[in-house]
């Protein structure tokens, strides 16, 4: 995309963002654009389609009521994603929707005793990022399954490039540590060429590099 047809889209973006703000009915549009997209981060994020269904929406229910305020300083989408990120914090923080979570951790097929191998990549990973501290999910899921710019995530989170940067290598290694307490690192990447799944690049994005 050429600066003439960035500037285009920009200049697009900021009109549909202002009949919005003047037509509720115009909302709908912003929805169609960004919906999926905001779907797939939350699922990453919970596992729970129904969960995630309910998050999106209070997503973009917050996002309506504050679309006046946004300063257009990037793309919405990542605006939109910031509001998403905190709403998926607060639904963790929530002592009811995280006992029912921690239980269902539990009783689920990631206990002791199932082998590795029948379990899909992306349920392998999905387990050991959900034991990460918050802010490391994150920039995981950002950055190896939605595909973010640095820079990007660093908007999102309200970080500088360097602090984000310096989260994502510790998050990264973090991520490597969970994985290995319960299966081999070799094992694991076999495990990825062997099932080929949609999730299969991201995985080896994420595991195999030495550096962020």
């Not at 990007?152 to 510790?170: C, D, F, G, V, W």
Request: charged share 25%; with cysteine.
């Amino acid at each position: 995309m050429n600066v003439q047809e960035m500037g285009a889209c920009q200049m697009d973006e900021n009109e549909l963002i202002e009949d919005a703000i003047r037509n509720p009915d115009a909302f709908k549009k912003i929805i169609h654009l960004y919906y999926e997209e905001v779907l797939k981060y939350i699922y990453i994020r919970t596992g729970d389609m129904d969960i995630s269904e309910d998050l999106a929406q209070e997503t973009f229910i917050k996002v309506f009521k504050n679309l006046a305020s946004f300063k257009k300083r990037c793309p919405l989408i990542f605006w939109i994603l910031r509001i998403a990120t905190n709403v998926v914090i607060s639904h963790f923080r929530a002592k009811s929707h995280l006992e029912k979570y921690l239980s269902q951790i539990k009783t689920s097929t990631y206990e002791e005793g199932i082998n590795n191998s029948q379990l899909t990549v992306y349920e392998i990973l999905h387990k050991h990022i959900m034991n990460l501290r918050s802010d490391y999910q994150t920039v995981i899921i950002l950055k190896f399954f939605n595909k973010t710019s640095t820079a990007e995530i660093s908007y999102i989170l309200n970080k500088t490039p360097a602090a984000t940067r310096k989260i994502l290598q510790r998050a990264v290694d973090s991520l490597r540590k969970e994985v290995e307490k319960s299966v081999t690192f070799f094992d694991f990447v076999s495990l990825i060429y062997e099932k080929r799944n949609f999730f299969k690049n991201s995985c080896l994005n994420l595991l195999t590099r030495e550096r962020v």
